[in-house]
């Protein structure tokens, strides 16, 4: 078994992506990975600014400490998709668009109180498992041409599916497992929906559809 098979396959999407995805993506390695930078930039900003999201005003006992680490590992990420950017010869754009994010950011319930928070919390963890499944099916794809870039998305992969169940737990403190559970089933659903709304192109969130 090779170092990108290894990943566990836990994801509990309601859909996968295949291959020819990763076959697409990989045509454009300095787009994918700009794109990919963006993506770190904004987990660790996500991160840092969820940490002072505790309602009231002692959070639980490991809540500071947890999203602080959090944001290190996506900024260390972010320093790493950098470099490899940089030596396949490509630079960081000065914008850039995420709509598979937006979109699911529109089902937070505002001003919901708890429920905001952990709704913020459960799209933290969508955004990450699916990054994670993109990953490792990038990592798979990529062993074959590139080593280099299949051990990146691997060791990502891993760091990212951490990430993912940290993040469900925190959403456990906010609104009580049985809630999460219940708005996690109904996210799952949309996430499928918007995910398959996305044009396709050398972007981890990419659509699937019309793939060359």
């Keep these: 078994m090779t170092e990108a098979a290894s990943i566990p396959l836990e994801f509990p999407l309601l859909s996968r992506t295949p291959d020819a995805w990763a076959e697409a993506a990989l045509r454009d390695v300095r787009a994918l990975l700009g794109d990919h ?24 006992a490991d809540w ?3 999203l602080a680490a959090v944001a290190h590992d996506e900024a260390s990420h972010l320093a790493s998709v950098l470099k490899l950017l940089a030596r396949r010869g490509g630079r960081l754009e000065r914008t850039h668009r995420n709509p598979y994010a937006n979109a699911l950011r529109l089902l937070v319930r505002k001003g919901a109180g708890t429920a905001e928070l952990a709704d913020r919390l459960l799209i933290s963890a969508m955004i990450e498992v699916r990054s994670c499944e993109r990953f490792d099916v990038l990592a798979r794809v990529a062993a074959g041409q590139d080593r280099e870039l299949s051990r990146f998305f691997h060791r990502l992969g ?37 995910l398959a709304e996305q044009p396709p192109g050398p972007r981890i969130h990419s659509g699937v559809s019309a793939l060359p």
């Design 37 to 60: 930078a963006y993506l770190e930039k904004k987990a660790a900003s996500n991160a840092l600014e969820l940490l002072n999201r505790w309602p009231e005003p002692t959070p639980p």
């Design 64 to 66: 500071t400490a947890t």
């Design 158 to 194: 891993a760091s990212e599916m951490g990430h993912y169940r940290v993040f469900l737990r925190l959403a456990g403190y906010a609104v009580g497992p049985e809630a999460v559970e219940s708005r996690w089933a109904e996210m799952l659903e949309d996430e499928a929906r918007i």
